[in-house]
């Protein structure tokens, strides 16, 4: 006899999963191993110290070549940076800060619209982040890591949230508060990093989150 399986029960098993699902550990893997390879190469370890900045070069985001002012190092540059960006880190601690957070609100979000559909939003994410970044900074420096991606599972949760309280007619007073909080820590990170945040990105994950929680990954 076959039976079918309500979306209730299947929602429940998801968010039942213990740790985070094979897909994140796959994305955090790569990026750890980018980094850890960069890094022993910066402790003259394995290679050259030079292989970060020739990592930067090839896979960063650079504005200046959104501006027009310097040329691509090879043909679709300009495209695949803003994906590649994502996956290079300024180290160790840079890749554990968006790696706790991204397996973290990745399992809970995943937990509700599965492994395709946040894959998604972590591209458009990343890609919203490299935008955002591309048009508002006049930075020349090379941008990385994968804070867009992050900010944008955090635009889907505080939406959710947003919409919930909404819904059953609660206050939405800690939403508000926790949009307040993340302003101020990018303010309080920028001045500490002496400028060298890059605030633009996060903006733009986190607009393409709140954009897709509104929209296909309706929760």
Partial sequence: MHFRTTPTSSKVRRDQQVGAPAFLLWVVGVMALIEFTLSAADADIVGSPSWRWVAYGFGAF??????GDVSPIFPGQTATMFVTHAFLHG????????SVILLALG??????IG???????LLLSAVGGGVAFGFISTSSAPMIGASGAVFGLIGIWQTWDYLSRRRLRLSIQPVVSA???LIFAN????????????WQAHLG???VGCISATTFVRN
């Fill in 179 to 181: 949009m307040l909080g």
């Fill in 205 to 207: 994950g986190w607009v």
């Fill in 91 to 98: 180290g160790p601690m840079h890749l554990v800060l968006n």
């Fill in 187 to 198: 303010f309080v990170l920028f001045a500490f990093l002496d400028g060298g945040l890059a």
């Fill in 115 to 121: 492994p395709a559909k946040t894959m998604l939003v």
């Fill in 107 to 112: 399992k809970y979000i995943s937990a509700r």
């Fill in 62 to 67: 650079w504005q200046p070549l959104i501006s």
